[in-house]
């Protein structure tokens, strides 16, 4: 179930309702004045930096160990 954060643009007032309150939220109001945030999506993407970042890590510690393991076995 997603998550979103719904923002009014004149008032700043901010509602964090899930996929079925959003859906009663917005038959009563207009979208024009509210900004819609996914929670969720923008979680999942914060995760996949996060698993991004690790893997090039190591993707460039494996590299520098096969380097330095190369170098003192042939010279």
Do not use: G, S, W
């Not at 969720?40 to 893997?55: F, G, M, P, V």
Request: hydrophobic share 35%; glycine share 0%; no cysteine.
């Amino acid at each position: 179930m997603n998550k979103y954060k719904i923002t009014n643009l004149r008032t700043k007032k901010n509602y964090f309702l899930n996929e079925e309150e959003k859906e009663k939220f917005f038959i009563k109001n207009k979208k024009q004045n509210y900004n819609i945030t996914n929670l969720t999506e923008l979680k999942r993407i914060r995760y996949n930096k996060i698993l991004d970042t690790i893997q090039l890590t190591t993707l460039f510690f494996a590299i520098l160990i096969t380097i330095v393991v190369i170098i003192e076995k042939y010279y």
